[in-house]
Every structure is written in structure tokens, then in C-alpha cells.
């Protein structure tokens, strides 16, 4: 049966009652909205100030207030200028609340408190800071230069950052007494890493702070100040004016956080220095560890923390390794994995754009001083391959002194990589690279090692520079197709990408190099069948033909001459003749046993492979 009209027009009228109450409660919202911006107007900020503050003591709940006043009031403190005891005091409140930390007051001074330190901030009657103290749990207050420097010159967000560091650190899971026993613990694992770190060791680099924080056994630690947070730096790079125009060149510092979290497997943590006294080194200069079953200690529902700062997209391997030294497996919840060069660019200022699918190419125009241009290339195909995705690790767990000089080392490893990589990136993604110098493809050819491909100069043939990073400080680089007969340029080479960190000052530094050998006259020293190649002699069995029309290139390949073609889009194809004088005697004679070995990539100036003159897969 179908219902009557009478429950149609029934139906109808209540829905028109509700919509006029509802325009009824709009408009009179609109009114009091209206009245209160009327009423409140002519109000200055102190007394939008004091409003918000006397509406947020009404709180039913103290340890939830009402998110929107607590928004409000720290809008209220951005614009607000300080510049009485009162105003400090309330601004020094909010921070506290935003750390989660206590806040109590006398006639001049200021408490922060937290469980196991507080911070005392004693004011003056114009709004000025007199002095600032902190007291870890069971010590005395001690005067922080640091904190007094930053409430005095006013700059509140960056000592909230700092007392958010500091908050971090003494913010150790457990009840009060477990809190206590893993603070005595922390202690003396930063005595112990102070230990390691103070052994004599000889110098690496010119740069007393560079070579510490790159080559020291624990980088540039930094303990036994009250006011700071366990820091570790451990990777940094140089600034010698060396980088493109369009990049930053302040020096980037990799630290970590040292503190302890929460785990939900029970370790055995150290309640005594594990290194015995007098100590004794190994041949590899690092003293004698203890294990923890033979010296003191107890068992915990928590672990050590290497907190990093900031975060390091790392591979596989690297993770895999590191959990290998720790024997605590990083936690896989939260973990993306991504192809590194993605992941490296959403960290960076390089990523400027919406995100991009895993298999698209990555394609970044770089801007050298001097106005030289470069375009990269970083296929998304290969680099989606699984052995070359990553993931973001935030937190490295450990429970002993002995993992973390090891640990270090891996991360060093990886940051080497990343900043290599990143060297690539800019600002300016996506281009038609019509204004482009010179043109590179950039291809992974292992865990640590990768190519780059580019067009020799002067020439119509492809040479392809192999970059292998065996660890931080031993970045070596070969040279493939460039028909040069001096070694030395390869170990030329590595010394500037070692010391500059970036692939395109070492390429400019390579094609340059390239220019002035081309344009010599033919060295007798090289063999006469690089002749042909320098001066282009008509092609034959072997040689390649380069057709203008943009139609793909045909060419012949004898057994004596590798070849391979070459294709770009919208442009002339290119390839390269690489012959078995300009290879390492162990490419030449046997097949490869090094794993980085390698193995010419195709990529940018090749689609596709060729066989017979028939298309065939991507290589």
C-alpha cells in the first residue's frame, strides 16, 4: 500500500519547521557574533588578554582545557609585546603548557617543572629576565647561558625548542622509582660514550669541528651540561663555497638524541660503566666492553634511543645492519617505504610540487655559479626496484655503549649517499630542459653506488662515471667511454667529490676536463683507435652513424667493439663505442666479482635496447 497524502503533507511540514529553526539559530548566532565584534572592538589586546585567560581559568577540566581558547591565547601571545612581569609570566606559562610541563609562580620567580627537572626564571619588574637555572632530579640548580640569552633577547620559539629537547631527555617511561633507576642508567651511558669519545685519535681533516663530528669515534658529543639535551653529531659536510647557486650553503648537521623509550620486549640495561678501568683498546683503537651479564644491571620495559635529528631515509641493508649491531629490531609500524630519491626530496626544498607517482622520473634542473646550467635525470623505474626503496627512520634503539660507534658509522654511510643524491635536486622540477647545458641521468647500480650518464663533449658518443660510496670518508669514482688514458683523472675526480659532496660541481669539474683533452691535440701516449673516435671518421664496421633527422640510430657491432645505441625524444640519437683498452683489466678478462661492479646503464639516452637491429625490452 502506498502511503496516504496526509503523511506526504505531514512529512513536508516538519521538514519545513526544521529548516526555519535551524535559519532561526544561524541568524541568531550571526547577531551575537555581530554584538560581541560591536562590543569588543574598541578593546585593546591587553584586555582581549585577560578575557581569554579568565575563560580558560573557568575550565571544567584542568588537564584538558578548551583547545580553541588555548588557540587563541597563543595567537594572542605571538602578537602580544612583552613587556611587563605579567605579560612574561603569562607567556612563560603557555610554553609550559605546550611541553606538557608544570608551572608554578611566586612574587619574582617562574617554575617549569617537569618530572625529573625544573627550570627557574626569575624576572624583572620591567619584564626582563635576571637569571635562569636548571635543576636536574637529586642536583642543585645550575645558571643556563643559554636559555637567559634567548628569554632576554625575547626569542620564545626557539627556547621552546630548546626546552623541548630538554623535556625529551628526562622524559623517561615508568613509574617514580623506575624513572629513577633508568636516569641512574642513562647517566652512565653517557659517561661511558664520553670515554670512548675522549680516546686519542689521529686527524683526518683540516676542520677541527668537521673532523671531529665526521671521523671521531662518537662525532662531537655532547654531555655533562644541565641545560642540554645527550647530543651525538656524527655527519656533516664542508662549506667552501662550492655549491650550486640555488642551494643552501649552510653546513647541515646530522645528530641524534640520546634518551630512553618505551619497548614492549624487557632489555637488560647497564646500572655501572661497562668499560673497565684502566681501559684496554683494541687493535681498531676502542676499548674492551663489558657485557652486560657481567656487570651490573637490571632488566626494563625500555631501551636506549638514538632520537635522529633529523630523521634519514635509509635502505634496506643499512636498516637491516643496524638492527644486526643493536640486536633490536627497528619497529616496521610507520615505516613507507618509497624509492630513495622521493623520499629524499619530500625532506628537502627540492620538493616544491605535488607528489609523483613511484615509477615517474624524477627531472631536476640544477643552476651552477658561473650561470651553467645542468638537468638530471633519476628514472622512477629503476629506482622503485625494492633493493633501492627506503624508509624514514626516526628512532635507532640499543643497549649498550658498543652498538653506537657502529651504528654511527652505518648512518654516516647513508647520509654520504643521500647528500650525494641530493646534490641533484633544486628547486626547479619538471622542465622542458631546453635551456639546459648539459643533460645526466643519474641511475642506482647498487646499495651504494650509482652512475651517471651524460654526452662526452664535442662528440656524438656517451661517457658514464660510476660513483661508488664503500663509506663516508671513501667515495671513489671510474670513468667509462671518455677515451682518457690517465689514471690519475679517476682518483682527481674522487678527490673532489669527497670533498665537495656534490655530483654537479664533480661533473663540471669532469666535463671541463673533458673540453681541454678534446680540444688538444691527440696525446701518442693514447692508442690509435681512439683516433677515429676523437676526430668522428665515417662509420664502419663498429662505429656508429648518427642520422640528423631525429630517426633512430643504426649501426653494426663487431665482436671487437662493444656498441651500444642510444635514443633521446625530440632530439638527435647519440651512442656510445666504448673499446676493451679503455675498460679495468678485470672487466676486460673475466666476468665481475666486485659487487659493485658494472655495468653500463641505459637510460636517458636509451628507451630501449637493440638487437638485430629489432626493438627489445628496457634495460
Known amino acids: 500500500m502506498f502511503p496516504s497524502p496526509l503523511i506526504f503533507t505531514s512529512l513536508w511540514i516538519l521538514i519545513f519547521l526544521f529548516f526555519s529553526f535551524f535559519y532561526v539559530l544561524v541568524m541568531k548566532a550571526k547577531s551575537i557574533i555581530s554584538a560581541l565584534h560591536l562590543k569588543y572592538a574598541e578593546k585593546s589586546w591587553k584586555e582581549t588578554f585577560q578575557l581569554v585567560r579568565r575563560c580558560m581559568d573557568k ?23 612583552v613587556s611587563s612581569m605579567n605579560t612574561m609570566k603569562s607567556r612563560l606559562e603557555v610554553i609550559a603548557k605546550q611541553q606538557r610541563m608544570g608551572f608554578h609562580i611566586t612574587e619574582v620567580t617562574c617554575y617549569l617543572t617537569a618530572d ?8 624583572l619588574p620591567c619584564g626582563g629576565v635576571e637569571e635562569v637555572k636548571v635543576a636536574p632530579h637529586g642536583a642543585s640548580p645550575v645558571p643556563s647561558e643559554i636559555f637567559l640569552q ?5 626569542d620564545f620559539a626557539e627556547f621552546s625548542v630548546k626546552l623541548e629537547g630538554l623535556y625529551a631527555q628526562y622524559n623517561i617511561p615508568g613509574d617514580n622509582e623506575v624513572k629513577m633507576k633508568l636516569f641512574a642508567s642513562l647517566q652512565w651511558l653517557a659517561k661511558d660514550l664520553q670515554q670512548i669519545s675522549d680516546l686519542p685519535r689521529t686527524a683526518k681533516d683540516f676542520d677541527t669541528e668537521v673532523d671531529k663530528t665526521n671521523n671521531g669515534r662518537m662525532g662531537s658529543l655532547i654531555t655533562g651540561k644541565e641545560d642540554c639535551p645527550l647530543m651525538i653529531h656524527f655527519f656533516t659536510t664542508h662549506t667552501d663555497g662550492k655549491k650550486t647557486s640555488d642551494q643552501h650553503t649552510e653546513r647541515v648537521i646530522y645528530g641524534a638524541q640520546v634518551t630512553v623509550g618505551d619497548s614492549d620486549v624487557p632489555h637488560k640495561l647497564q646500572m655501572a660503566s661497562v668499560i673497565p678501568q684502566p681501559a684496554q683498546l683494541d687493535p681498531r683503537g676502542y676499548p674492551a666492553f663489558l657485557p652486560l651479564s657481567e656487570g651490573p644491571c637490571e632488566t626494563f620495559p625500555a631501551v636506549f634511543l638514538l632520537k635522529l635529528q633529523p630523521a634519514i631515509p635509509m635502505m634496506p641493508s643499512f636498516i637491516h645492519n643496524v638492527s644486526q649491531i643493536t640486536d633490536v629490531a627497528i619497529p616496521e609500524v610507520g ?8 623520499l629524499l626530496m619530500r625532506r628537502s626544498s627540492a620538493n616544491t610540487q605535488q607528489e609523483t607517482s613511484a615509477e615517474q622520473d624524477v627531472v631536476f634542473e640544477v643552476s651552477l655559479s658561473g650561470g651553467e646550467t645542468h638537468r638530471y635525470v633519476l628514472p622512477g623505474a629503476v629506482w622503485a626496484l625494492s633493493a633501492q626503496r627506503a624508509a624514514v627512520v626516526e628512532t635507532i634503539p640499543f643497549t649498550h655503549p658498543s652498538h653506537v660507534p657502529a651504528v654511527l658509522e652505518l648512518l654516516r654511510h647513508q647520509c654520504a649517499i643521500n647528500t650525494l643524491l641530493r646534490s641533484c ?3 626547479q622540477r619538471d622542465t622542458a630542459g631546453l635551456g639546459c647545458d648539459l643533460h645526466f641521468e643519474v641511475r642506482p647500480e647498487s646499495e651504494s653506488s650509482f652512475s651517471v650518464t651524460f654526452q662526452r663533449p664535442n662528440t656524438d658518443s656517451l661517457a658514464v662515471l ?27 675526480l674522487s678527490t673532489v667529490v669527497t670533498r665537495s659532496m656534490s655530483i654537479p660541481v664533480t661533473l663540471r669539474t669532469l666535463y671541463c676536463k673533458l673540453q681541454e683533452l678534446t680540444s688538444a691535440p691527440l696525446s701518442p ?3 690509435d683507435t681512439t683516433e677515429a673516435e676523437n676526430d668522428h671518421c665515417a662509420p664502419s664496421d663498429g662505429a656508429v652513424t648518427d642520422n640528423n633527422d631525429g630517426a633512430s640510430t643504426t649501426f653494426s657491432q663487431s665482436a671487437s667493439v662493444p656498441a651500444e645505441s642510444f ?16 675498460l679495468h683489466p678485470e672487466i676486460n678478462t673475466s666476468p665481475a666479482v666486485d659487487p659493485y661492479a658494472y655495468t653500463p646503464p641505459v637510460g636517458l639516452f636509451s628507451q630501449w635496447g637493440t638487437s638485430n637491429g629489432q626493438l627489445s625490452e628496457p634495460i
Open 116 to 123: 625529573l627537572f625544573y627550570l627557574e626564571v626569575v624576572l
Open 335 to 342: 615505516l613507507q617505504w618509497a624509492p630513495l630519491p622521493k
Open 466 to 492: 660510476l660513483v661508488n660510496v664503500s663509506d663516508s670518508r671513501l667515495i671513489t669514482c671510474t670513468l667509462f667511454g671518455a677515451a682518457v688514458g690517465e689514471p690519475s683523472m679517476e682518483e682527481f
Open 150 to 154: 634567548l628569554l632576554r633577547s625575547k
Open 425 to 427: 635536486f633544486s628547486s
Open 567 to 582: 635514443s633521446v625524444s625530440g632530439s638527435a640519437c647519440y651512442a656510445v663505442s666504448v673499446s676493451k683498452s679503455e
Open 525 to 527: 701516449r693514447l692508442p
Open 59 to 81: 575550565s571544567r577540566d584542568e588537564s584538558k582545557p578548551c583547545e580553541p581558547l588555548v588557540r587563541s591565547l597563543e595567537r594572542l601571545q605571538e602578537v602580544f609585546n
